[in-house]
């Protein structure tokens, strides 16, 4: 059974920071790219980084600068530094994970469950 389980979502004051975890199993962890994306009540859901197996990087602009993200293959966990928030950065985060070479008889992408990230004062 694969899972991805987020944690470290909480309250937290504009300019604050957060860390978040994606712990997985169930999957070759090292075959799978791992993001994060987010969904703000009334929008869709938006990428906001991902990792690959090789340790390749990609952010949304809007999170650059602000947001890191890292894996440890050991012990099948992504994570998501986030500092420097902004109220806009309120959201539901959901971790994902992407198998990097496809396949035609399993999923190629799961998803955590998500948890709620809110920057107010």
């Known amino acids: 059974q694969v899972q991805l389980v987020e944690s470290g979502g909480g309250l937290v004051q504009p300019g604050g920071s957060l860390r978040l975890s994606c712990a997985a199993s169930?999957?070759?962890?090292?075959?799978?790219?791992m993001g994060w994306y987010r969904q703000a009540p009334g929008k869709q859901r938006e990428l906001v980084t991902v990792?690959?197996?090789?340790?390749?990087?990609n952010y949304a602009d809007s999170m650059k600068d602000r947001f890191t993200i890292s894996r440890d293959d050991a012990k099948r966990t992504v994570y998501l530094q986030m500092n420097s928030l902004k109220p806009e950065d309120t959201a539901v985060y959901y971790c994902?994970?992407?198998?990097?070479?496809?396949?035609?008889?399993?999923?190629?992408?799961?998803w955590g469950q998500g948890t709620q990230v809110t920057v107010s004062s």
């Open positions: 994902n994970a992407h198998r990097e070479t496809w396949s035609a008889t399993s999923p190629n992408d799961y």
């Open positions: 169930g999957i070759i962890f090292s075959l799978y790219t």
């Open positions: 990792i690959t197996s090789g340790r390749s990087t």
